[in-house]
């Protein structure tokens, strides 16, 4: 059997590495290197795919996250609505802006936002609220949205785990992740659902108004060479991630079809463990399984369950261990008890997901997992 890994990107290269290589030395070639042909072009594919108006990419999904909440315009002190049980970006660029992130709890099922959480926590001072489509299944948006002409918050769909998942509005209608808020961000690091062979992200709207100023925010806010009509920054998507992600994007439907498949292996092997619970689809969303997370049983110590699998060849990981309201950077922001982010992070393990695991490698996860003496 070949060895577990929890992604592999080594092997994905390897399947297509002919077209890949074929890839690099064009854009090579081509001298076009920063912005151009390449990057315009996979714009509109991922807009095309997305059914969103505008694409604009960008250095990677912290940048994307930052320029979405730039591009809205808040004032210092405002506040936004933030889960604390998330990779720490979506938190990061609302403190680095100056503005107040509120951490609302999650669903203990579904480990996304807890709608709520969401209610209990909105003041006159909110402004905005970041839904994160956590391991790639779609927060509740048609409640979200409900929420926030309610209340009149700007929404910003942080869709780095969930490209190409989509959510059940109240229209019934299917929606690509991302797409449904005022702005959605996503990241093309290589581990992501769609990722490159390095940095990269982008920023999805329907709004005209916002996409233009989007554009100007990636590129020193710069209307023309050299005139600057707002304060912008650095932060473009290299051709040669664009080049490779026009390509993969072609995959990224296949890709998602076969983590359903395994995701549905590990559930049918699972489902009789009465001391772990398997992840359960929402109805209101989709999931594409950028993580397997598994919720271990309060009694089970995790340690020593990742050592025996760590025996075994089999690689675990954590996310995420410590929720960002406990975090030393971050503390000062708490201000309600997060009993179900907490309990979560104490008793969460994912494992191994990618589109290259082989059958014996799943079948070899699944009797180890079922075969763990407690
Ligand atoms: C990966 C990730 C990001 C940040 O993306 P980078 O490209 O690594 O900057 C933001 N939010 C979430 C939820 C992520 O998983």
Redesign the pocket.
Known sequence: MNKIHMVDVVTEYKKHSVKINEIIEDTLSSGSYIQGERVKSFEKMLSDFLDVKHVISCG??????QVALMALGLKMGDEVLVPSF??V??VETVCLLGYKPVFVDIDPNSFLLDIKSITKSITKKTKAIIP???FGQCCNMGEIKFLAEKFNLFVIE?A??SIGSKCKQETNKWTYSGTIGDIG?T???PS?NLGCIG???AIFTNNSDLAKKIRLIVNHGQEERYKYKIIGLNSRLDALQAAILSFKLTLLEDFIIKRKKIADLYNKAFSTLSWLTVPVTQNYSDHVY?QYSLLLSTHICRASFQNYLHEHGIPTMVYYPIPLHKQEAYHQYCTIPLPNSEKTSNCIISIPMHPHLDSKQIDFICNTIKSYNQ
Not at 60 to 65: E, I, R, S, V
């Open positions: 990677n999904g912290t940048d994307a996250l998330t990779f970006a979506t994160v489509h956590l942080d780095a785990q961000t990241s093309f690091y992501k940095d990269g992200g950028h």
